[in-house]
């Protein structure tokens, strides 16, 4: 029963372009109507129908701990009470910046946003000044937020859509963004070599979530950091998705990097609206009232997601939170993976962490080229199948799966018992 969710897309449509705030929820990808969520508690959702839902889009990933955590809405409550915005210093952003500069060793002052599009645009803007260059190299496939010299050959959503890029940017904008495939280092190489001294920055999700999920080659990220410094670039690692959820210390953590900026995100709001960006302290002191970029934001460092945020790390800092996230994952992916051969669907899936992807394809996915391989009328009946059984997938073959802190054991078998009869509908 979807009633009630399709009179709220008819009337959604009439006064919201596509009756969505943000394109794939629109289900385009995947066909059908979206589905209208009124709460969500632990690991499940539950539609204006009644419906529920066992939940692995997590908003996109911001909610690690899974729907209304009690201790995140009691950080909540107790910040309403006090009111939600002043426009002026709070002593909880001083307490979030020391939490983030504590956990990452490469962040020694941090600036915080609204959305983690804000992060990169406002680190781009500030690698340009430090390094007094123009270019940005970034890669095929990875997302960064709809900053419009980033929209290049950007995965997620726009991938979904089959956009290369959007209308609207000014050819100039984009001249200086150089997009190069994942993984191929002598191209990144070679790209650097044919622009000598004008490349400001090289963005990377380090390991990237919006092509679905894709991981770094061995010593791909390594050489990257050697080739960005015999260059005089800086190296942005975008950790707008892994910081805080491959590690307490993200994927530089996990892989023992430095990048020179990092940007965050969605698990640091804790569900609310956020964004960071930082980095050593010689090129942060360079970002405005400090130094000459300018940067601002009237609900920046708002109250309310920074209490949700402190909230957040707190319960990550836990004992063993990493450890028992990522077995129930793997036990979630070995399920799956034993789905798909006993249906006989051929599919790839990727994992690490609490982060997985079914690619319905026979190849290794390993850029956003192979990703492209995959069959998306198959993960559209796939989705539609598990949407059917309770079970909700992101609506696009090309977004990671997020397990969260909230979904039990009894939830994994549940989603592989699902998927054993959606597997068997996709193919
Ligand atoms: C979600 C995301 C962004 C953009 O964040 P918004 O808050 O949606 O603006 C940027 N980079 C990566 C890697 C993301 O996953």
Redesign the pocket.
């Known amino acids: 029963m979807n009633r009630r969710s399709k009179v709220l897309f008819a009337r959604a449509q009439k006064r919201i372009p596509g009756g969505v705030n943000s394109p794939v929820r629109a289900f385009r990808s995947v066909g059908g109507e979206p589905r209208f969520i009124k709460s969500g508690k632990g690991s499940r959702v539950i539609d204006v129908d009644g419906n529920s839902y066992i939940d692995y889009v997590c908003s ?2 911001p909610l690690i701990l899974g729907h209304s955590p009690s201790k995140v809405q009691a950080a909540l409550r107790q910040q309403t009470d006090l009111g939600t915005s002043f426009g002026a210093s709070t002593e909880n952003e001083v307490i979030l910046a020391e939490m983030i500069a504590d956990a990452f060793p490469a962040i020694e002052k941090v600036r915080l946003v609204n ?6 645009m406002s680190a781009i803007r500030l690698a340009r000044a430090f390094t007094g260059r123009n270019k940005i190299i970034k890669f095929d496939g ?5 900053v419009d010299s980033l929209l290049v050959t950007a995965g ?1 959503g726009v991938a979904t859509l089959g956009l290369p890029d959007s209308a609207g940017i000014q050819p100039q904008e984009c001249i200086s963004t150089l997009s190069v495939p994942y993984n191929r280092i002598e191209v990144v190489q070679k790209v650097l070599d044919d622009n000598r001294a004008e490349v400001a920055a090289v963005i990377v ?1 380090p390991i990237a ?2 092509m679905g999920t894709v991981l770094p080659a061995p010593g791909f990220l390594q050489r990257l950091r050697k080739l960005t410094r015999e260059h005089g670039a800086l190296l942005i690692f ?1 950790e ?2 892994t910081g805080f959820r491959l590690s307490y210390a993200g994927a530089q953590g996990l892989l023992r990097l430095k990048p020179d900026l990092t ?1 965050l ?2 698990i640091i709001g804790g569900g609310l ?1 956020v ?1 960071a960006y930082g980095g050593h302290r010689e090129i942060m002191k360079w970002v405005a009232p400090e130094g000459p970029v300018y940067q601002a934001g009237t609900l920046s460092g708002n109250p309310l997601a920074v209490a949700a945020g402190i909230a957040t790390l707190k319960a990550l800092k836990a004992a063993n939170v990493y450890k028992r996230i990522e077995g129930l994952t793997q036990e979630l992916v070995a399920g799956l993976r034993k789905a798909a051969e006993e249906a006989g669907a051929a599919v790839q899936i990727n994992t690490i962490g609490s982060m997985f992807t079914v690619f319905f394809t026979n190849s290794p996915v390993t850029d956003f080229q192979s990703a492209k391989k995959s069959d998306t009328n198959r993960y559209g009946r796939f989705f539609h199948a598990l949407l059917d059984r309770g079970v909700y997938f992101p609506p696009s073959q090309f977004e990671t799966c997020f397990v969260s802190l909230a979904h039990s054991r009894s939830d994994i078998r549940t989603t592989i018992d699902a998927a054993r009869e959606a597997f068997a509908a996709a193919v």
């Open positions: 996109w990933g959305s983690g599009t804000e992060a990169t990875c997302y960064h937020g709809h997620s999700e979530g919006n975008d707008v998705i940007c995100g969605k609206p964004g």
